[in-house]
Protein backbone atom coordinates (compact mmCIF):
# COMPACT_ATOMS: atom_id res chain seq x y z
CA UNK A 1 0.00 0.00 0.00
CA UNK A 2 1.44 3.20 -0.87
CA UNK A 3 2.00 5.38 1.93
CA UNK A 4 2.96 8.85 -0.15
CA UNK A 5 0.89 8.81 -4.24
CA UNK A 6 1.75 11.52 -6.50
CA UNK A 7 -1.57 10.94 -8.57
CA UNK A 8 -0.10 13.01 -11.86
CA UNK A 9 2.24 11.39 -13.43
CA UNK A 10 3.21 14.06 -16.03
CA UNK A 11 2.12 17.96 -15.95
CA UNK A 12 2.81 20.31 -19.00
CA UNK A 13 2.90 23.99 -18.18
CA UNK A 14 3.93 27.18 -20.54
CA UNK A 15 7.30 28.17 -19.42
CA UNK A 16 6.06 31.92 -17.20
CA UNK A 17 3.15 30.22 -15.09
CA UNK A 18 2.57 28.72 -12.05
CA UNK A 19 3.33 24.77 -11.97
CA UNK A 20 1.52 22.78 -8.76
CA UNK A 21 2.73 19.58 -8.11
CA UNK A 22 0.21 17.50 -5.29
CA UNK A 23 1.37 14.66 -2.73
CA UNK A 24 -1.36 12.84 -0.74
CA UNK A 25 0.12 10.78 1.80
CA UNK A 26 -2.09 8.29 4.41
CA UNK A 27 0.62 7.52 7.33
CA UNK A 28 -0.47 10.37 10.18
CA UNK A 29 2.41 9.44 11.51
CA UNK A 30 4.76 11.65 8.68
CA UNK A 31 5.90 14.53 10.41
CA UNK A 32 8.77 16.13 7.77
CA UNK A 33 7.63 16.42 4.04
CA UNK A 34 10.69 17.12 1.37
CA UNK A 35 10.32 17.45 -2.72
CA UNK A 36 12.92 16.57 -4.81
CA UNK A 37 13.98 16.83 -8.09
CA UNK A 38 15.31 14.16 -10.71
CA UNK A 39 16.92 14.89 -14.06
CA UNK A 40 18.08 11.68 -16.26
CA UNK A 41 20.90 10.31 -15.66
CA UNK A 42 21.26 11.99 -12.10
CA UNK A 43 20.76 11.31 -8.64
CA UNK A 44 17.47 13.52 -7.06
CA UNK A 45 18.18 16.50 -5.94
CA UNK A 46 16.64 17.77 -2.13
CA UNK A 47 15.11 21.18 -3.50
CA UNK A 48 12.87 22.08 -0.28
CA UNK A 49 11.45 20.65 2.97
CA UNK A 50 8.69 21.28 5.54
CA UNK A 51 8.09 19.92 9.12
CA UNK A 52 4.44 19.31 10.37
CA UNK A 53 4.71 22.02 12.34
CA UNK A 54 4.18 24.92 9.25
CA UNK A 55 2.23 24.89 6.84
CA UNK A 56 4.19 27.02 4.46
CA UNK A 57 7.56 27.01 3.31
CA UNK A 58 9.11 29.62 0.82
CA UNK A 59 12.53 29.32 -1.29
CA UNK A 60 12.94 31.17 -3.66
CA UNK A 61 10.47 30.30 -7.05
CA UNK A 62 9.36 27.37 -4.85
CA UNK A 63 6.42 26.97 -2.21
CA UNK A 64 5.68 23.98 -0.30
CA UNK A 65 2.28 24.37 1.48
CA UNK A 66 1.17 21.34 3.67
CA UNK A 67 -2.66 21.29 4.94
CA UNK A 68 -2.27 18.05 7.50
CA UNK A 69 -5.98 17.61 7.98
CA UNK A 70 -6.09 16.35 4.17
CA UNK A 71 -2.79 14.81 3.85
CA UNK A 72 -2.04 16.42 1.27
CA UNK A 73 0.99 19.04 0.04
CA UNK A 74 1.54 20.90 -3.00
CA UNK A 75 4.79 22.37 -4.53
CA UNK A 76 4.21 25.36 -6.36
CA UNK A 77 6.76 26.77 -9.13
CA UNK A 78 5.88 30.43 -10.12
CA UNK A 79 7.46 31.23 -12.32
CA UNK A 80 8.54 28.03 -14.22
CA UNK A 81 11.38 27.62 -16.50
CA UNK A 82 12.45 25.69 -19.26
CA UNK A 83 15.16 24.24 -16.83
CA UNK A 84 13.06 23.16 -13.98
CA UNK A 85 11.65 20.49 -16.44
CA UNK A 86 12.09 17.26 -14.98
CA UNK A 87 10.55 14.90 -12.48
CA UNK A 88 9.87 15.79 -8.94
CA UNK A 89 9.61 13.04 -5.72
CA UNK A 90 7.57 14.07 -3.05
CA UNK A 91 8.74 12.17 0.01
CA UNK A 92 7.78 11.68 3.74
CA UNK A 93 9.48 10.71 6.91
CA UNK A 94 8.02 9.91 10.52
CA UNK A 95 10.92 11.15 12.77
CA UNK A 96 9.70 10.92 15.25
CA UNK A 97 9.29 6.92 15.06
CA UNK A 98 11.50 5.58 12.54
CA UNK A 99 14.78 5.91 11.98
CA UNK A 100 14.42 8.73 9.14
CA UNK A 101 14.14 6.79 6.56
CA UNK A 102 12.37 8.11 3.34
CA UNK A 103 8.96 7.48 1.75
CA UNK A 104 8.77 8.74 -1.56
CA UNK A 105 5.74 8.42 -3.92
CA UNK A 106 6.35 7.54 -7.68
CA UNK A 107 7.23 11.22 -9.32
CA UNK A 108 5.35 13.65 -11.36
CA UNK A 109 7.03 14.42 -14.30
CA UNK A 110 7.21 18.29 -15.38
CA UNK A 111 7.53 19.62 -18.51
CA UNK A 112 8.17 23.39 -18.84
CA UNK A 113 7.38 24.51 -22.25
CA UNK A 114 8.84 27.83 -23.74
CA UNK B 1 27.14 17.70 -7.33
CA UNK B 2 25.91 16.14 -4.31
CA UNK B 3 29.15 15.15 -2.61
CA UNK B 4 27.67 11.73 -2.57
CA UNK B 5 30.02 9.45 -4.91
CA UNK B 6 28.91 6.18 -6.26
CA UNK B 7 30.83 3.76 -7.89
CA UNK B 8 30.42 2.22 -10.48
CA UNK B 9 28.26 4.26 -12.86
CA UNK B 10 27.31 1.10 -14.81
CA UNK B 11 26.97 -2.65 -13.95
CA UNK B 12 26.34 -5.21 -16.58
CA UNK B 13 26.28 -8.74 -15.05
CA UNK B 14 24.37 -12.44 -15.54
CA UNK B 15 22.32 -14.06 -13.61
CA UNK B 16 23.14 -15.76 -10.44
CA UNK B 17 26.37 -13.49 -10.21
CA UNK B 18 27.11 -11.49 -7.38
CA UNK B 19 28.24 -8.01 -7.11
CA UNK B 20 29.24 -4.94 -4.88
CA UNK B 21 27.83 -1.09 -5.16
CA UNK B 22 30.05 1.28 -3.60
CA UNK B 23 28.86 4.63 -2.00
CA UNK B 24 31.11 6.93 -0.15
CA UNK B 25 28.93 9.78 2.09
CA UNK B 26 29.46 13.64 1.66
CA UNK B 27 31.84 14.24 4.19
CA UNK B 28 30.75 14.63 7.81
CA UNK B 29 27.73 12.77 7.39
CA UNK B 30 27.42 9.58 9.52
CA UNK B 31 23.99 8.30 7.91
CA UNK B 32 24.07 5.91 4.39
CA UNK B 33 20.44 4.91 3.18
CA UNK B 34 20.47 2.61 -0.39
CA UNK B 35 17.24 3.01 -2.69
CA UNK B 36 16.48 0.75 -5.17
CA UNK B 37 15.12 2.47 -7.97
CA UNK B 38 12.41 -0.31 -10.54
CA UNK B 39 11.47 0.76 -14.24
CA UNK B 40 7.99 2.68 -13.27
CA UNK B 41 8.22 2.43 -9.80
CA UNK B 42 9.40 5.57 -7.20
CA UNK B 43 12.54 5.33 -5.12
CA UNK B 44 11.99 2.15 -3.00
CA UNK B 45 14.06 2.23 0.68
CA UNK B 46 16.31 -1.07 1.38
CA UNK B 47 18.55 0.09 4.36
CA UNK B 48 20.10 2.51 6.42
CA UNK B 49 23.43 2.77 8.52
CA UNK B 50 24.30 5.44 11.09
CA UNK B 51 28.07 5.47 11.67
CA UNK B 52 28.55 1.95 11.21
CA UNK B 53 25.64 0.40 12.39
CA UNK B 54 22.39 -1.07 10.92
CA UNK B 55 19.90 1.63 11.88
CA UNK B 56 16.25 0.91 9.26
CA UNK B 57 15.51 -1.75 7.12
CA UNK B 58 13.19 -1.55 4.36
CA UNK B 59 11.77 -3.95 1.35
CA UNK B 60 15.86 -5.28 0.80
CA UNK B 61 16.08 -8.87 -0.12
CA UNK B 62 17.39 -11.32 2.07
CA UNK B 63 20.20 -11.77 -0.98
CA UNK B 64 21.10 -8.15 -0.64
CA UNK B 65 23.30 -7.36 2.12
CA UNK B 66 24.88 -3.92 3.50
CA UNK B 67 27.77 -2.56 5.31
CA UNK B 68 29.53 0.76 6.54
CA UNK B 69 33.07 0.65 7.42
CA UNK B 70 34.81 2.62 9.68
CA UNK B 71 35.69 5.62 6.69
CA UNK B 72 31.43 5.67 6.73
CA UNK B 73 31.80 4.53 2.99
CA UNK B 74 28.96 1.68 2.49
CA UNK B 75 28.76 -1.26 0.65
CA UNK B 76 25.52 -2.85 -1.05
CA UNK B 77 26.29 -6.41 -1.72
CA UNK B 78 23.64 -7.98 -4.18
CA UNK B 79 24.03 -11.91 -4.71
CA UNK B 80 22.25 -14.47 -6.73
CA UNK B 81 20.82 -12.32 -9.01
CA UNK B 82 17.60 -12.31 -10.93
CA UNK B 83 16.07 -10.49 -13.77
CA UNK B 84 14.01 -8.62 -11.77
CA UNK B 85 17.27 -7.16 -9.89
CA UNK B 86 17.88 -5.07 -12.74
CA UNK B 87 17.73 -1.40 -11.63
CA UNK B 88 19.13 2.10 -10.30
CA UNK B 89 20.53 1.89 -7.18
CA UNK B 90 21.33 4.90 -4.95
CA UNK B 91 23.00 5.88 -2.32
CA UNK B 92 21.96 8.86 0.07
CA UNK B 93 23.80 10.21 3.43
CA UNK B 94 22.87 12.70 6.19
CA UNK B 95 24.08 14.32 9.07
CA UNK B 96 22.18 12.67 11.15
CA UNK B 97 19.70 10.14 11.95
CA UNK B 98 17.27 9.55 14.62
CA UNK B 99 14.29 10.34 16.19
CA UNK B 100 12.72 13.75 15.43
CA UNK B 101 15.97 14.61 13.49
CA UNK B 102 15.22 16.53 10.35
CA UNK B 103 16.21 14.32 7.71
CA UNK B 104 17.66 15.90 4.36
CA UNK B 105 19.24 13.28 2.38
CA UNK B 106 21.79 14.54 -0.23
CA UNK B 107 21.68 11.38 -3.06
CA UNK B 108 24.31 10.37 -5.13
CA UNK B 109 24.43 9.77 -9.10
CA UNK B 110 23.29 6.20 -8.76
CA UNK B 111 24.70 2.89 -10.44
CA UNK B 112 22.88 1.23 -13.09
CA UNK B 113 22.30 -2.17 -12.69
CA UNK B 114 21.44 -4.52 -15.71
CA UNK B 115 21.45 -8.46 -15.19
CA UNK B 116 21.38 -10.48 -18.24
Known amino acids: DQQVKQNSPSLSVQEGRISILNCDYTNSMFDYFLWYKKYPAEGPTFLIS?????DKNEDGRFTVFLNKSAKHLSLHIVPSQPGDSAVYFC?????????????FGKGTKLSVKP | DSGVTQTPKHLITATGQRVTLRCSPR?????VYWYQQSLDQGLQFLIQYYNGEERAKGNILERFSAQQFPDLHSELNLSSLELGDSALYFCASSVVAGAFSYNEQFFGPGTRLTVL
Open chain 1, 91 to 103: AASATGGSQGNLI
Open chain 2, 27 to 31: SGDLS
Open chain 1, 50 to 54: ISSIK
